[in-house]
């Protein structure tokens, strides 16, 4: 499959017997289980995919649901990589080179959950091909210093973990138009909240050991009902906006802070952790 990756990437698979014809050769039966491939260090799994006894893995083309590799040396894909599978709803490539996703790349395909932790990125791959049915985005341990724009246009987008990042920056609202439930940004150098308010599904927010010192006026304004908010081990001095938290039956985590004033009404927020 010519175009799948960069001339370069398609060299080094061509030393290690192709992603493309590993998962083409090796796949036999695999309904309703996950078969392992293994080659020279690289593994794949595919699932969901039933070959009958007289057929070729490439007669199955266009019928893969669930592709998942770990370990592959990979630096880029490209536009149109997936434009054949168009059954496609699970992707994972975990602990790879992977440094940049095309803008087209899984243009046709229905993708549900998209999971590159522990890769190269250095930016959100763009997924506007994916818009209308992207539910669970996973980023986590990748290097994405900056979010520049909006992922407001995933109007399905409900589990976001951008983890460990070391993100210095993120825009207030960009994530406001989503259906966001749980969003994870732990482990990061964010110095201020965003705009939570902006939901009325979220259950989970974590945002511990990031270095944040402010907590926008607005973040969590009518947010707390039957929700866990995690703000644990950054440098807040002062929680007094957070009285602003509008219901009871939440959790609210700032343990390891710096805290020298807590005005919050503690009727209003009674499962409040906290400690200087």
């Known amino acids: 499959m010519e175009g799948i990756f960069t001339k370069k990437t398609q060299m080094a698979f061509v030393q290690r017997n192709s992603f493309w014809i590993v998962l083409l050769a090796c796949v036999w039966t695999c309904k309703g289980q996950t078969q392992t491939i293994l080659n020279q260090g690289n593994v794949c799994q595919i699932c969901d995919v039933t070959f009958e006894s007289d057929e070729t893995c490439a007669e199955k083309e266009g019928e893969m649901e669930n592709i998942q590799c770990s370990n592959v040396d990979v630096t880029e894909i490209n536009d149109w990589a997936f434009a054949n599978e168009t059954h496609l709803t699970v992707f994972k490539m975990e602990n790879t080179a992977l440094m940049d996703v095309g803008e087209k790349a899984f243009c046709e395909t229905r993708i549900e ?164």
């Not at 091909?129 to 409900?158: A, E, Q, V, W």
């Open 113 to 276: 959950k998209l999971l590159l932790r522990k890769n190269k990125l250095y930016k959100i791959p763009n997924t506007t091909c994916i818009s209308t049915t992207l539910k669970i985005l996973d980023l986590k341990g990748n290097s994405i210093r900056h979010i520049n724009s909006s992922l407001g246009f995933l109007t399905l987008l409900k589990e976001l973990d951008i983890s460990n990042n070391g993100l210095e920056y993120a825009p207030y609202d960009f994530l406001c138009g989503t259906a966001m439930e749980t969003i994870w940004l732990n482990d990061n150098r964010l110095t201020s909240t965003l705009n939570f308010s902006c939901f009325d599904t979220i259950f989970r927010i974590e945002m511990k050991e990031n270095d944040i010192q402010t907590i926008a006026v607005d973040s969590f304004k009518n947010v707390f009902v039957q929700k866990q908010i995690v703000l644990e081990n950054n440098r807040l001095d002062n929680v007094s906006v957070l009285s602003e938290l509008a219901e009871t039956n939440g959790q609210l985590n700032i343990i390891r802070n710096k805290l020298t004033c807590f005005n919050v009404v503690s009727v209003c927020l009674p499962h409040v952790y906290w400690f200087v």
